[in-house]
């Protein structure tokens, strides 16, 4: 009898320990509280596929890789092996970790490519079709990380593997998504494509990726060189060769990832740890924080006209640096230090005044004298790390193209280049030769994922796709929560605004506060009002009121799991 309930038990707990959700059945979980192995992304099976990981044993790090590598097969608008990405983790030893596996220009890019015998930008060239991509980073970058992790490579790759060869219900948003493509991927690809249907998708189709499961089963069994040398890397070749794309066999050998120092400040008795270079948002992120708090962002309330123009106005000036200055650090001088500085900083938002818009126009960075689609996890584990993962194809569906043969889709990455002085790219951004392209420069970036700390602990990841406004998305939940003391779920769902500069536009999403919006405009303001802005993944840890709150973005199938 005895021998019998012990074997019960060990039945059950294996069960557990491997529990994972029905791919054809599942739901979206919102909000956690009080869990301490929390998974936060952009769905339910790749948040499910890091939580497998953690209960096998494994710790934040493993759970960054399987919930990568599952949101590449159920997330493949942006989730992805062809595009790239940054990392940004606290350990549990107190140590900040940023990796950049951003995608970089190959070997025989060269700073025209994108325009036509007069000069003028091709724009279509750099965001879709082969010619558009940068050589991926993501796989290189999911080995960086696995030194931090815990299990086997081959373990952390099952549930990717099984779910891109055995499918898996798509949902209502990815159905109609995948049906607003379609045209996109015909146009872009010859060959037959996973996410292209004679008939139109609906809730609750299964997708079922043998291409890229096989893809996935040669990083498995070759590790990186299943990716970057040999038969992926091969086809990868073959198809920019086809269709006008310039990645080489040897741009593919050659990519490597750069362990970066993060970028870490203080702002009010916090420690914020950081993106640096070649992303703009860590550098953004504190000039924003730091120009807000010189004029006493608290003081206004929370969506007030005051607040938001204050915000505006810091953005105007934060963006305009961002264009003149930033480019890849490995490439091109950057006055960081200056840039950050509390002098620097000081002296440009000097002249804002309450009640008096600025204008774009005679707005400049300023004077230094010195040499959607994307997706983000927010991850903590029991023992205390903590992981911040933005990846991205850039666009949706990156260059639109799938590698014929292996099933992924590549990044148009090539975009984020500016491919002529004061041209926009597909985010309005500007740039000038700092972010012109270069064989292996990597591109300038806006992905800005956050851990903030508080006495060196953990007290929030986050981090959130959308462009440019990704670090202006940061900053408003982090000062929804810190200065505004919101809760955690407000601060991720209620409305958020943007400026960036150029255009000189304040960009609100449609449930912002009308009476904030007519002020602004009375007050001389063009006030678009736009669809979603960010999907924002939010841990907060609050050591003092021993409580956790985690949040997925009401904006889109966002999902939080854990135990
Ligand atoms: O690195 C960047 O800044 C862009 N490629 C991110 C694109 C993005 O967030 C699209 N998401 N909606």
């Known amino acids: 009898m005895r021998f019998f309930y012990t074997i019960i038990f060990v039945a059950i707990t294996v069960n557990q320990a491997t529990a994972q959700l029905n791919p054809y059945n599942y739901n979206n979980i919102k909000l956690s ?103 991926p980073g993501t796989v ?58 004679a008939i139109a998708w609906k809730a609750g189709d299964t997708l079922i990726q043998p291409q890229l499961a096989a893809t996935l089963q040669r990083i498995s069994d070759f590790g990186l060189k299943g990716f970057y040398e040999g038969t992926t890397a091969t086809m990868i070749v073959n198809a920019m060769q086809k269709n006008n794309g310039i990645i080489s066999l040897s741009d593919l050998k050659n990519y490597t990832v750069k362990k970066r120092v993060v970028m870490k400040f203080g702002y009010k008795g916090y420690d914020i740890v950081t993106m640096p270079l070649p992303s703009s948002g860590g550098i953004i992120l504190q000039q924003l924080l730091k120009m807000t708090a010189l004029k006493n962002l608290a003081s206004k309330p929370f969506q007030s006209t005051a607040s938001v123009q204050l915000i505006t106005e810091a953005e105007r000036l934060a963006f305009a640096d961002r264009a003149e200055y930033l480019g890849d650090p490995d490439f091109v001088k950057v006055p960081v230090t200056t840039l950050v500085s509390d002098g620097y900083l000081k002296k440009r938002i000097a002249n804002y005044t309450e009640g008096k818009p600025g204008k774009s126009s005679n707005t400049t960075a300023g004077i230094i004298k010195e040499s959607e689609q994307t997706t983000h996890i927010s991850i903590i584990d029991a023992a205390g790390n903590a992981v911040a993962v933005t990846t991205t194809l850039n666009d949706h569906f990156g260059s639109k193209t799938i590698i014929d043969g292996a099933g992924f889709i590549m990044n148009n990455e090539m975009d984020d280049f500016s491919v002529k002085p004061g041209v926009p790219n597909m985010y309005g951004a500007i740039g000038n030769d700092k972010n012109a392209i270069a064989p292996g420069k990597r591109m300038l970036s806006s992905m800005t994922p956050t851990i903030v700390l508080k006495n060196n602990q953990p007290f929030m990841v986050v981090g959130t796709p959308g462009g440019t406004t990704i670090p202006t ?38 449930d912002y506060p009308q009476t904030t919006i007519n002020n602004l405009t009375k007050m001389g303001y063009t006030v678009t009002v736009r669809g979603n802005i960010g999907r924002t993944e939010l841990i907060v840890i609050d050591n003092k009121q021993k409580t956790v709150h985690a949040v997925a973005d009401k904006r889109g199938d966002d999902d939080v799991r854990g135990y």
């Not at 900040?96 to 000069?119: C, F, H, Q, T």
């Not at 999911?142 to 798509?170: D, H, N, R, S």
């Not at 200065?483 to 304040?506: G, M």
């Open 140 to 197: 290189a970058g999911l080995f960086a990380t696995l030194p931090y992790a815990k299990l086997p490579f081959t373990t952390l790759i099952a549930p990717a593997i099984k779910l891109a060869k055995e499918g898996f219900a798509v949902t209502a948003a990815q159905a109609a998504d995948f049906n607003n493509s379609k045209a996109v991927f015909e146009k872009n690809n010859k060959q037959p494509v996973a996410f292209v249907k």
């Open 33 to 135: 509280d009080d869990q301490k192995n929390i998974v936060v992304s952009a769905h339910a099976l790749a948040s499910d596929a890091g939580v497998q990981m953690l209960q096998l044993g494994g710790n934040a790090f493993d759970a960054a890789i399987a919930t990568q590598l599952a949101l590449a097969v159920v997330y493949p608008g942006a989730g992805n092996i062809g595009g790239g990405g940054f990392l940004v983790a606290h350990t549990a030893k107190g140590e900040n970790i940023a990796l950049d596996y951003r995608e970089v220009a190959p070997a025989s890019a060269n700073k025209d490519m994108y325009l036509d015998d007069k000069g003028n930008p091709i724009t279509l060239l750099s965001m879709q079709g082969h010619l558009a991509s940068g050589v």
């Open 473 to 510: 998305s940061v900053f408003q939940t982090i000062v929804n929560v810190i200065d505004y003391k919101l809760s955690p779920q407000n601060a991720v769902n209620q409305p958020k605004f943007h400026h960036q500069w150029l255009p000189d536009v304040v960009y609100v999403e449609n």
